[in-house]
């Protein structure tokens, strides 16, 4: 299992990104996505996760209302488009995959597979 984020960038507050992980692996449709981030000094914390067929979402509090996880079983990929970003949403953004399709896992010590994050920078 491989997966590839990217889509990271710089914007000012009040901007938009859309964040991409594309996961190799003949099972993509049976797993549970989810996105963290991680800023200097923190631990990684939860941000979102979608169930294997993308009808079931949730989203950590701070996000909720600006930031939208979707996915194209098709494309073996997972979105994550984050509007009206906040300077404190600057982090590290990482995708995390479940392979037994268990979307209430939370916290990062739950998730084996990790892509590589993809840096994300909000100025004020």
């Known amino acids: 299992v491989q997966l590839q984020a990217s889509g990271g960038g710089a914007v000012q507050a009040g901007g938009s990104l859309r964040l991409l992980c594309v996961a190799s692996?003949?099972?993509?449709?049976?797993?549970?996505m989810a996105w963290f981030r991680q800023a200097p000094g923190k631990e990684r914390e939860f941000v979102s996760v979608?169930?294997?067929?993308?009808?079931?979402?949730y989203y950590a509090g701070s996000v909720k209302g600006r930031f939208t996880i979707s996915r194209d079983n098709y494309k073996n990929t997972v979105y994550l488009q984050m509007n009206s970003l906040k300077p404190e949403d600057a982090a590290v953004y990482y995708c995390a995959a479940d392979l037994t399709g268990n979307y209430r896992y939370t916290r990062a010590s739950e998730y084996e597979y990790w892509g590589q994050g993809t840096q994300v920078t909000v100025s004020s």
């Open positions: 692996g003949r099972s993509f449709s049976t797993w549970a």
């Open positions: 979608i169930t294997s067929s993308g009808g079931v979402t």
